[in-house]
């Protein structure tokens, strides 16, 4: 990723800790949308009525749902029974 990145003259300039933030923003971002198409398609629309993402970059990025389908929360309440 970074290399692409360079070759498009996005990274110039930044530092580490710049570069992980903008990773972060763009992850979050991509998965606010991801969030969206996903609760489109629950809802019991027709499919014209399905979420489509208006950013550019979205289908770039689309490694990122591998990455977020693969971490699980977990619930920090107890169970009782």
């Known amino acids: 990723m970074c290399e692409e990145l360079e070759a498009e003259n996005l990274l110039q300039g930044m530092n580490e800790k710049q570069l992980k ?8 971002v991509y998965r606010q949308e991801f969030g969206k198409i996903e609760r489109s398609k629950k809802s019991g629309s ?25 971490i699980r929360s977990q619930s920090n309440l107890v169970r009782v029974y």
Not at 22 to 28: G, P
Not at 48 to 67: A, C, G, M, N, T
Request: glycine share 4%; proline share 3%; net charge positive.
């Open 46 to 70: 027709g499919a014209e009525e399905i979420y489509s993402p208006k950013l550019q970059w979205f289908d770039s990025v689309r490694f990122f749902r591998e990455v977020l389908s693969t």
């Open 21 to 28: 933030a903008k990773i972060k923003s763009v992850k979050d």
